[in-house]
Protein backbone atom coordinates (compact mmCIF):
# COMPACT_ATOMS: atom_id res chain seq x y z
CA UNK A 1 0.00 0.00 0.00
CA UNK A 2 1.36 3.18 -0.82
CA UNK A 3 2.68 5.61 1.72
CA UNK A 4 0.92 9.01 2.47
CA UNK A 5 2.83 11.98 2.68
CA UNK A 6 2.60 14.12 6.08
CA UNK A 7 1.03 17.18 6.03
CA UNK A 8 4.31 18.60 7.17
CA UNK A 9 5.75 17.55 3.88
CA UNK A 10 3.71 20.14 1.90
CA UNK A 11 5.55 23.27 2.97
CA UNK A 12 8.65 21.76 1.58
CA UNK A 13 7.75 20.11 -1.19
CA UNK A 14 6.12 23.46 -2.57
CA UNK A 15 9.28 25.63 -1.43
CA UNK A 16 11.49 23.15 -3.89
CA UNK A 17 8.50 23.62 -6.56
CA UNK A 18 9.08 27.63 -6.24
CA UNK A 19 12.86 27.10 -6.30
CA UNK A 20 12.95 25.20 -9.82
CA UNK A 21 14.06 27.22 -12.48
CA UNK A 22 12.11 27.71 -16.03
CA UNK A 23 12.90 29.38 -19.19
CA UNK A 24 10.97 32.35 -19.78
CA UNK A 25 10.83 33.17 -23.46
CA UNK A 26 9.46 36.85 -24.70
CA UNK A 27 8.23 36.38 -28.16
CA UNK A 28 8.41 38.65 -30.67
CA UNK A 29 6.56 37.35 -33.54
CA UNK A 30 6.42 33.92 -36.03
CA UNK A 31 7.00 33.01 -39.17
CA UNK A 32 7.37 29.97 -41.79
CA UNK A 33 9.61 30.20 -44.11
CA UNK A 34 10.74 27.58 -46.90
CA UNK A 35 13.99 25.80 -46.47
CA UNK A 36 15.39 27.53 -49.55
CA UNK A 37 14.63 30.98 -47.45
CA UNK A 38 16.51 29.93 -44.32
CA UNK A 39 19.75 28.82 -46.52
CA UNK A 40 20.12 32.15 -48.02
CA UNK A 41 20.17 33.60 -44.39
CA UNK A 42 23.36 35.13 -43.53
CA UNK A 43 25.07 37.94 -41.59
CA UNK A 44 23.24 41.32 -42.15
CA UNK A 45 20.13 39.58 -43.18
CA UNK A 46 16.93 41.62 -42.52
CA UNK A 47 13.85 39.12 -41.82
CA UNK A 48 10.73 40.87 -42.18
CA UNK A 49 8.03 39.49 -39.74
CA UNK A 50 4.12 40.65 -40.46
CA UNK A 51 3.74 42.57 -37.45
CA UNK A 52 3.58 45.92 -36.02
CA UNK A 53 6.86 47.09 -34.52
CA UNK A 54 5.03 48.04 -31.51
CA UNK A 55 2.19 45.54 -31.36
CA UNK A 56 2.27 43.25 -28.06
CA UNK A 57 4.20 40.52 -27.03
CA UNK A 58 3.83 37.17 -25.88
CA UNK A 59 5.65 35.90 -22.51
CA UNK A 60 5.68 32.31 -23.07
CA UNK A 61 6.48 29.74 -20.08
CA UNK A 62 7.74 26.33 -20.99
CA UNK A 63 7.05 27.59 -24.70
CA UNK A 64 3.19 28.53 -24.09
CA UNK A 65 1.95 31.68 -23.67
CA UNK A 66 0.43 32.80 -20.55
CA UNK A 67 0.67 37.06 -20.68
CA UNK A 68 1.11 39.47 -23.54
CA UNK A 69 2.55 42.76 -22.75
CA UNK A 70 4.76 45.67 -24.21
CA UNK A 71 8.49 46.29 -24.66
CA UNK A 72 9.91 48.60 -22.32
CA UNK A 73 13.60 50.18 -21.69
CA UNK A 74 15.00 49.41 -18.80
CA UNK A 75 18.34 50.87 -18.26
CA UNK A 76 20.59 49.52 -21.05
CA UNK A 77 18.17 46.29 -21.17
CA UNK A 78 14.69 45.80 -22.66
CA UNK A 79 11.73 44.52 -20.54
CA UNK A 80 8.45 43.43 -20.64
CA UNK A 81 5.28 45.00 -19.37
CA UNK A 82 2.50 43.01 -18.85
CA UNK A 83 -0.82 44.16 -20.06
CA UNK A 84 -2.39 40.40 -19.71
CA UNK A 85 -2.17 37.51 -18.10
CA UNK A 86 -3.58 34.15 -17.53
CA UNK A 87 -4.80 32.70 -13.82
CA UNK A 88 -3.19 31.02 -11.35
CA UNK A 89 -4.18 27.76 -12.92
CA UNK A 90 -3.36 27.76 -16.33
CA UNK A 91 0.30 29.38 -15.24
CA UNK A 92 0.81 26.00 -13.64
CA UNK A 93 -0.51 23.91 -16.31
CA UNK A 94 1.88 25.55 -19.12
CA UNK A 95 4.97 25.00 -16.38
CA UNK A 96 3.36 21.24 -16.82
CA UNK A 97 4.66 20.05 -20.49
CA UNK A 98 0.84 18.99 -21.24
Do not use: C, Y
Amino acid sequence: MPRLSSPSAHPTDLNRILRLEVPVIVKLAERKFSMSEVLRIQMGSILEFNKPADGPLQLLINNKPIAIGDVVKVGENFGLRVKQIGDAKQIIESMGGR
